[in-house]
């Protein structure tokens, strides 16, 4: 590995921390829970299992073949399988943000998916948010269902679990899980005072063809 593609890595392990940071630092997320990866070259740099985000350094985040093996010595998140399955199925993508976000994790609990409540969903790429189905952490079985939620929509709940949003980059990803929790709260808030009105069909459409160049721009 040359010097300028080493750079790019231990950029890219930065970025990868400090979004680890700043989802706890925002209350995004809580203690270890949670992942995040991006793309590099035909594999991935993931979290590590089992460790505080305060102590990674860029030597820390482990790179993963697209093959699913991971660097000699170090052990990747639980969750490596549907991180490297998602950017496998989605090329449009470079990175996956994964939460255990209160709100959202309140109504993926209850197997609730987001609908049109607000047009702020269209930014997920549909007219909701699904929840998928659960199945045990770590699994093949539940990065199948992941991948499913996530091959028309770039956010998805994850049943008895969490959140899961993915971006052309991590800040965008970042971006977009934050949405999904405002939007999970609004839910929430909602519910308990009787049906949920929601945009239709045809102004979502309308909304998704607007959305094509909105969100978060990077400089």
Request: glycine share 8%; aromatic share 6%; with cysteine.
């Amino acid at each position: 590995m040359n010097e300028l593609s080493q750079q790019a890595k231990t950029n890219l392990c930065e970025e990868i921390i400090d979004t680890c940071l700043r989802m706890n630092r925002e209350g995004l997320n809580q203690g270890t829970s949670g992942n995040v990866s991006a793309r590099y070259g035909k594999g991935m740099l993931i979290t590590p299992s089992g460790r505080t985000y305060e102590s990674l350094v860029p030597e820390d985040i482990v790179l993963v073949d697209s093959q699913g093996h991971a660097e000699p010595n170090k052990v990747p998140s639980s969750e490596w399988h549907f991180h490297l399955d998602t950017l496998k199925a989605r090329p449009d993508v470079n990175a996956v943000v994964h939460t255990h976000a209160i709100h959202c994790t309140a109504l993926a609990i209850k197997n609730l998916e987001i609908p049109a409540l607000h047009y702020m969903v269209a930014a997920a790429g549909g007219s909701k948010i699904p929840c998928v189905p659960y199945a045990t952490y770590g699994t093949e079985a539940l990065s199948a269902h992941v991948v499913g939620g996530l091959r028309d929509h770039d956010a998805c709940l994850m049943q008895h679990h969490g959140m899961m949003a993915v971006g052309v980059t991590l800040a965008k990803a970042y971006w977009l899980a934050q949405e999904v929790e405002v939007l999970a709260e609004l839910y929430l808030k909602l519910l308990p005072l009787g049906e949920v009105p929601v945009l239709s069909e045809d102004e979502m459409v309308i909304v998704l063809a607007k959305f094509a160049n909105y969100g978060l721009k990077e400089s």
